[in-house]
């Protein structure tokens, strides 16, 4: 026998053993990956409203290995929905319908339908599910209390049971955001100047009233001393809180602070051009906002990375060092980072470092589908390994982001149409599957989540 029969015989049976042991591992009581009912292993869930094409509301499965739509039937959630939220082990996505006002949710693995939805007292721009338990949180800041005068409350909801199991009463409650096990709630409410901080598992089912003097410190606690918090970043056992200040009616300019959970100590105000919504990678802290009700006038802000604009008014995005607790774009006109204004409160980081920065009701210029001259709409990306900028020429609100492990791509829903990025390029990644760019998902795409780690 030659030698290279030798070799060829000897990887045959290599293989052969190698599938022997595997077959063996799984029927001795190993696992194996079990896939969904779709078959798919890279799914992201995308959010389909009405539009004026189209007069129903579902959630849509995409094959996020090739950016195609699938022949699996689309999963009902009411009428329009839009916003969601998904669990970090991602076997349970909420979606909201604002017509109905009502939170559908999906188990992921079975691809079905968890309940028939809770219905909210109203309509909710801030959702949680922070465990893989079928309990989700939605702040709802016009929840009416009978028997009380003012309106605000967290709703606990109960996914399977269809039902509210307790509304935890704080006033206009705006945003809720959950540590990593879901142990502590924190609210942030509209003109406040407070962190509300609760402990769910500790509130009373029905109506919760701890928030309410004399406060139930079990349950409640409301820390003062921020400047119109809107929003936190959880890392670990530290919240860094966004204090909007003048953008959203207070009387001191934007900044981040800090919020221990465990001994809820605030730390000192880190001055910012502006903070509805951060970022965090490693040791920085990304944080974007107006700073004023406006923002600044694009023309002052005059760094190379700006690209001139027929915009007004611009946002900002600053760099926040978490080791020294310090912003060296603060108030520095000749280097801060001009972004699109609006309402920030989307952002996103690819695999290899594109930060993608998305707000709502910004100032659209020109008009993508007749492209003559600038366009621009509410992106912006940050190629945070170079420091270039690109404002991407198209129109419309950006209300969903999602990146992943595996690709070099960006999927970004904005002005209802549902964006694919090359992030090696930073912009709309063409081919054969998508040959314009863009996911031809029928309706307004309002959100957008990835099912499955890839």
Known sequence: MSLGACHLKRRFLVLGLGLWASLNFVGCGGSKRTNPPSGLVNRVLVSQGVSATSTFGRL?????????????????????????????????????????STVYSVNTTKETSIGTGVPLPG??????????????????????????????????????????????????????????????????????????????????????????PPVNSAVCTVIPGFNRPVNAIINGTTAYVLNCGFECGGTQQASVQTLELNSLAVGKPVLVNGATDAFLSGTNLYVAGNGTPTGPLCSSLTSSVNAKTAATYCGTLDIVDLTTMTDPYYNKPGSEIAIPDGYHDRMDMSINGQLFVGSRDCTDIGNVNNPVGEVRGCLAILNTNTGAMVIPPDNGDVDGLQSFTSREVEYVAEGGNLRVYDTTKDILLINDFVPLGTIDVVGYVGDVKAVDFF
């Open 123 to 212: 309509g909710t721009f801030s959702m949680s599910v922070p465990t893989s338990s079928e309990v989700g949180y939605a702040a709802v800041p016009t929840a009416a209390l009978p028997g009380f005068d003012f309106l605000g409350a967290v709703e606990v909801m109960n996914l399977s049971g269809n039902s509210i199991t307790t509304t935890i009463a704080v006033t206009n409650a705006e945003t809720v955001v959950a540590n990593t096990n879901g142990s502590q709630l924190l609210v942030f409410s509209n003109d406040s100047d407070s962190v509300t901080v609760l402990t769910p598992g500790d509130a009373l089912p029905g109506v919760d009233m701890s928030c309410s």
């Open 60 to 100: 849509v499965i995409v094959n996020g290995y090739n950016d195609t739509l699938t022949r699996t039937s689309p999963i009902q959630a009411g009428t329009s929905p839009g916003l969601m939220a998904i669990s970090p082990s991602r076997n349970i996505v909420m979606a909201f319908d604002p017509v109905s």
